[in-house]
């Protein structure tokens, strides 16, 4: 970073071996070495709370910068600072959005303006928790049932355990992870390339939707335990299994029925621009085979997750 | 630092020719800067005199050639950073010297993470620095927090005269009250702060090979080796996440204090990986233990993140993904 040397002169960058810290001390030592802040701008910038940011930044000379995007706009696609875009976010609005995911029938994503950045944290650690949640709703369901109604099964003398296989786990990893990027990418290079869409979709955004979806397969988790507990595997086990294709299935359906709610308004509004511009482009036929090719995959994303975490049988 | 009470005796005597600033420098500042003036004014002699008195000083003191730059702006900035422990001269010593205080150092942090409670007020005077911080350089940050911070200098406002000004004191922020909390703050605290901010990878290492390697065994024989493979590449790919995330969030704590941080909170799992695969082969006493010893990680984890430095208002989100870790580390030695 360079603005570290620069500003903090030459004594620093000879001390200091990383350039990328801030030293601790520059937080209390700042009103001491810069002479050119008022002593009541720290004061005035508490009392006005949230709006600190118009204030306190005019006067205020770069002693040191944090490490937050505030101009990342202009780094390079190499440097961290490039995709500390990507993660501005706090807890409260992260709290906000969870909210605002878990009904799936709002349409608030497409109301933003055009060409901002969605931040990708809630696409990371969402999917990461989902694969957290089924893998230990998979396996421990197994447990479960082994434990409750399995006792009295004996194969070849001695009473089977359940062992936990653990290629389900990077399995599952690349299942929501690979699904939930590549399907958005897909999208991207379609209709910005191929379909050339005047009004692009914004990459990050189509993976934050897809992202947030997510947490609506994790109610499924949940049942699949009480699945485990209240059906025996062993003596029902065709109950057993239409009741996970109907909750996989149930979930499915949710999560893509969001996904499509939250797309749609997006391409229609692109492709009734396309129609204008060219006639032999029929809006609705394009809309609707967008959307069926989305379907189509999750429908398919939805069965592999059946097959994976609850077995064929 | 070995060589300081040799030096100290240099710096004595030299005194009365050249005038040190050592008053200016800091308590816990480097005692390397106390040496420099008595090896750049003495030349030769002093060299050789500190030559036979001891032979851990180092020959060649290149603090002395920092020692101009260095006096040249307020010292005081460069106090308390975090940075890869080097252990001093390690050239001269024995071998067991250096081994035994990398255990020390490793094992201090153990200590921190086994009781650390004692990050608390740490944790808590950090967190309000960052805010301090992030509020004069026109950072974002939630409402929620600025109010939580604000509630106890107003009420210090309206009730100057009453009885509670001294529990206000110590919460409100004015300049100088400030500056002698932070002195008395300091001299308490110095070593734990050195021992936070130090960071290492031997820890980590230690911990995810004994994980992986007690779960290696206590799995089924087809899957030992997949097992182990999987577990420890999986920590330290997580762990790598983890830095990068807490990087991209912002704050000023860097990638390997991170990594180190998150790793050395690892400590409770490791032991009840161990418990589980030696020990307990009930489930749901591996369960009941396992959720206990998560949730002490994810604490000693969040306290010394907030010592590091995550910017407040993102603590959640930065403390969230190591807890994702702990719990399916804990998940896995139960299922095993």
Redesign the interface.
């Known amino acids: 970073m360079s603005y570290s040397k620069v500003n903090?002169?030459?004594?620093?960058s000879?001390?200091?071996?990383?350039d990328?810290?801030?030293?601790?001390?520059?937080?209390?030592?700042?009103?001491?070495?810069v002479p050119d802040?008022e002593?009541d701008?720290?004061p005035a910038?508490?009392?006005n709370?949230?709006g600190?940011?118009?204030g306190?930044?005019q006067g205020?000379p770069p002693v040191?910068?944090?490490?937050?995007?505030?101009n990342s706009s202009n780094s390079h696609v190499f440097q961290?600072n490039f995709?500390?875009q990507?993660?501005d976010?706090?807890?409260?609005t992260?709290i906000h959005k969870i909210q605002r995911a878990l009904n799936p029938f709002n349409n608030a994503f497409s109301e933003g303006e055009e060409n901002h950045i969605t931040e990708l944290?809630g696409f990371?650690?969402i999917t990461?928790?989902l694969i957290?949640l089924m893998?230990?709703s998979s396996?421990?369901s197994n447990?479960i049932s082994s434990?409750i109604h399995g006792g009295n099964s004996t194969e070849g003398g001695e009473t089977k355990q359940y062992?936990?296989?653990?290629?389900l786990?990077?399995l599952s990893i690349a299942l929501f992870y690979g699904y939930n990027l590549f399907i958005p990418a897909g999208l991207y290079v379609i209709t910005s390339w191929i379909l050339k869409f005047p009004h692009r979709l914004v990459f990050t955004e189509i993976i934050s939707i897809y992202g947030y979806t997510n947490i609506l397969w994790v109610p499924i988790t949940f049942i699949n335990f009480i699945i485990a507990i209240l059906v025996n595997n062993q003596k029902h086990g065709r109950i057993a299994n239409i009741l996970e294709w109907v909750i996989v299935l149930l979930s499915g359906a949710i999560t893509g029925a969001s996904n499509i709610m939250k797309i749609s308004p997006i391409i229609e509004k692109n492709s009734l621009i396309l129609q204008e511009g060219n006639p032999d482009v029929n809006a609705k036929r394009l809309q609707l085979g967008l959307l069926s090719v989305l379907i189509v995959c999750h429908l398919a994303f939805t069965i592999v997750v059946k097959i994976c975490f609850f077995g064929l049988q | 630092m070995s060589n300081n009470s040799s030096s100290n005796l240099n710096s004595n005597t030299n005194s009365q020719y050249i005038q040190p600033d050592t008053e200016e420098v800091p308590i816990n500042s480097k005692p390397a800067e106390n040496a420099a003036p008595s090896s750049s004014g003495n030349g030769a002699a002093g060299g050789a005199s500190s030559f036979f008195t001891s032979f851990t000083t180092p020959k060649v003191d290149l603090s002395s050639a920092?020692k101009p730059?260095?006096q040249?702006?307020?010292t005081?900035?460069?106090?308390?950073?975090?940075?890869q422990y080097t252990g001093g001269d390690t050239l001269d010593e024995p071998v067991w010297h250096t081994l035994r205080r990398d255990l020390a150092q490793i094992g201090k942090r153990v200590a921190i993470v086994v009781w650390p409670i004692q990050l608390q007020s740490l944790a808590s005077k950090?967190q309000s620095?960052?805010i301090?911080?992030?509020?004069?350089?026109?950072?974002?940050?939630?409402?929620?927090i600025?109010?939580s911070?604000?509630r106890p200098?107003g009420r210090n406002n309206n009730s100057n005269g009453s009885n509670n000004f001294d529990e206000d004191d110590f919460e409100i922020?004015d300049?100088d009250e400030?500056?002698e909390a932070?002195v008395a703050f300091e001299d308490t605290t110095a070593a734990l702060i050195k021992n936070n901010?130090d960071w290492d990878l031997w820890g980590p290492l230690i911990f995810s090979l004994v994980y992986s390697v007690s779960l290696g065994l206590a799995?089924?024989n087809s899957?030992t080796n997949?097992?182990f493979s999987?577990t420890f590449s999986?920590i330290w790919l997580f762990s790598l996440?983890i830095g990068l995330?807490i990087?991209?969030?912002?704050?000023?704590i860097?990638?390997m204090s991170a990594i180190s941080a998150s790793g050395y909170s690892l400590f409770p799992i490791v032991v009840g990986s161990l418990l589980c695969s030696l020990i307990i082969k009930w489930?749901l006493i591996r369960l009941a233990m396992m959720v206990v010893l998560c949730a002490w990680s994810i604490y000693s984890g969040v306290l010394s993140l907030k010592c590091s430095?995550v910017?407040p208002?993102?603590?959640?989100?930065a403390i969230?993904?190591i807890g994702?870790m702990y719990?399916?580390l804990g998940?896995l030695c139960v299922?095993?």
């Open positions: 903090q002169g030459h004594n620093t000879l001390i200091d071996q990383d990328d810290l801030i030293s601790q001390d520059n937080i209390t030592a700042q009103p001491y070495i802040i002593p701008t720290k910038a508490g009392i709370g949230g600190s940011g118009t306190s930044t205020n040191i910068k944090p490490q937050v995007p505030i961290i995709y500390r990507f993660f976010l706090d807890t409260d992260f944290y990371i650690w990461g928790t957290f893998f230990v396996t421990g447990i434990w062992e936990y296989k653990f290629d786990l990077r | 920092f730059f260095a040249n702006a307020s005081g900035n460069n106090k308390v950073k975090e940075r950090q620095r960052l301090d911080f992030a509020q004069s350089n026109g950072v974002q940050i939630p409402d929620s600025l109010n911070r604000m200098a922020n300049e400030d500056e932070n901010l799995s089924p899957q997949q097992v999987g999986f996440a995330n990087q991209l969030l912002g704050g000023n860097s990638f489930k430095g910017l208002g993102r603590v959640l989100l969230y993904p994702l719990a399916v998940w299922i095993t």
